[in-house]
Structures are given as structure tokens and as C-alpha cells.
DNA sequence: TGGATTTAGATAGCAAGCTATGCACATGAG
DNA sequence: CTCATGTGCATAGCTTGCTATCTAAATCCA
């Protein structure tokens, strides 16, 4: 079991490299702009406000790289942080018209970026290459939870 | 278009999540160890020796990640950097005996993890599976490469 | 009501990825 | 031989991800 087999058959190795070259095709297209508020880009892109709690759920990302993406994001500009009037330990987080601006931008590189990505796959692969994927990520996430 | 759609159907973002899960999974298992050697176990755990240019190129990282990645592997006793006599600027790298005993301990945790993930698929999707993300970084490549 | 527990977020510290840039050595052209 | 160019690596500085831990506010229960 050489290299050149770990190489072509890890899904581990191959997920992460496919991974990477994701984010930087999208990053190129976005001119100085990076692939990680993308996800928050999509959640708030009509407007609308969640917590933080929210936002790193639908990410999918532990709750501190969540703080750390919202305080990036609110440095530049691309969102606003408003106290719940409710629960003085929160806030509500929304775009700003920057931010919106820029969700629209990252939405059309991503889509592009997808493309060029699912071009490369048969029609009737597609759907089913999404299947797997996430029947693998629920099969990982059944393993974390295990311990 | 909305976040569901999005989530489920975006390429980008479910490699991102599997890769994520994929390196966590494996880093549950290694108590303490990370699973950014992983590439550089595998390319050396026959015991050869390699430049960092050469494991960059192997990894698909760029050098001074790779720079980095050895660096730690280093202060951790993993990898001895030899210098190159025919090039002053160069060393070549192995794994030291501590090194190649916990790239065994990663080939193991490697292919249990990559066993959780392909007893999702069926067997004779799993081939399909390797292929397509074959396909999609040679297509994520090639528009790297074209700016 | 008051104390224990839960929950939202903040902070610290590290790994792994990137780009940009600098330096020293190697090499090739005249 | 010398000088321009190319190459191998190091360094700086950033983002995105993680775990561990803290604080403060909310909630639950006796």
C-alpha cells in the first residue's frame, strides 16, 4: 500500500484537496474577498437576523469559529450585531448593505464555482454525487457522536 | 434559492463539511496527534527521505505550508531534516523511529475512518465516488491553472 | 425566593491553509 | 568569469478551523 494508493483512494485526502481547491476558486473570483462568511452570506441573504447560535448550526462550525468569522465580518463592515431585547446574552445578526451586496457577489462565484465542479460529472452522477456525500458526512457525524 | 438549497446541493460547501469530518474523525483517534502529517507519513513511511518541494508537490499544499508542517513535525520528533551535499539550499527529510511508529498509528486510524466513510456507499459506488472527485479536481485544477 | 444548572457568547491558544515577499545558493548565457 | 535569472526555503501576516475554558445571563426547582 503505496503512496500513489493513499494518493487516488483516501476519501479523506481527496475530500479535503477537492476542499481546498473549492475555496480558492471561489476566492479568486471574489477579489480580496474570502470563502469563509459564505455560509452566513446564504443564511441572511433575504434580510433577515439569527444569533450566532444559529448561524454556526447552519454552518455547521463550532460556536467560537463563528464568533471569530461574525467579528471579521462586522470589522469589514458586512454585518450588524443587535442586542435581543429578550436575553441580554445575545444578539441578532444581520447584513448590512454592504454585506448584502457582497452575499449577491459570492452567490453568482459560488454557483460559477459549482459549475465548473458538476461539469465535470455525467447529468445522472450529479444528484447522485451529492447522495453520497451526504451519506458520508451523516455516517462521520454518526461516529463523532459516538465518541 | 434559499439556504436549504444551498446547503444540500452546493458541492463547495458538502466537501468542505466531509473534509472537516473526515479530519476530525481521524484526530478523535490519534490522542493529541493532528492529521496534518498525514501526507507527509504516507509519503515517507517506507523509510525514504524527500525535499519539502517534493512533499508540497505530493501533499498538494503550498510550500510554506509545507514549511510549517515540518516545522512542527520536527519540534514534535517526527521528521530529521538531512542537509542536501549536492545543494546547499536543500535538506531531505525522513521520518524518525518515533515518526514512523505514529505513521503506522495513522495509516490505521486513516483507513478505519475511510472505512466508516465508504460503508455509507455502496460497493459499487465507491469506485464511482473516487472517480468523480477525481473529475472535479482535475476541472478545479485546470481553472486554477487558467487565472 | 434563592441556589444550581443550563445556555449564549467571549477569549486564549493552537494547527493548517493561503499569498506575498525576501534571501541565499545554483545555473546558464555571454 | 561574471552577472542575470531561476530555484529552494524561510518568514510575515492573514483566515478558518478546532478544543478548552470563562463570564454573565436565563431558567429551573426545591
Known sequence: MHMSYVRET???YLTNWAARLFARAIERRLA????GPMPVFFALQDGGAMTQKEL??????EQPTMANTLNRMERD???????????????RVSLTPLG???ARAAFVSAIE???IA???LQPEEREQFYGMLRRIIAALER???AQ
Request: negative net charge.
Open 143 to 145: 461516529d463523532a457522536g
Open 77 to 91: 463592515g458586512l454585518v450588524q450585531r443587535t442586542p435581543d431585547p429578550n436575553d441580554r446574552r445575545s444578539a
Open 118 to 120: 458538476t461539469d465535470a
Open 10 to 12: 483516501s476519501a479523506g
Open 113 to 115: 464555482v459549482n459549475g
Open 56 to 61: 454556526a448550526l447552519l454552518a455547521a462550525v
Open 100 to 102: 448584502l451586496e457582497r
Open 32 to 35: 480580496g474577498g474570502n470563502s
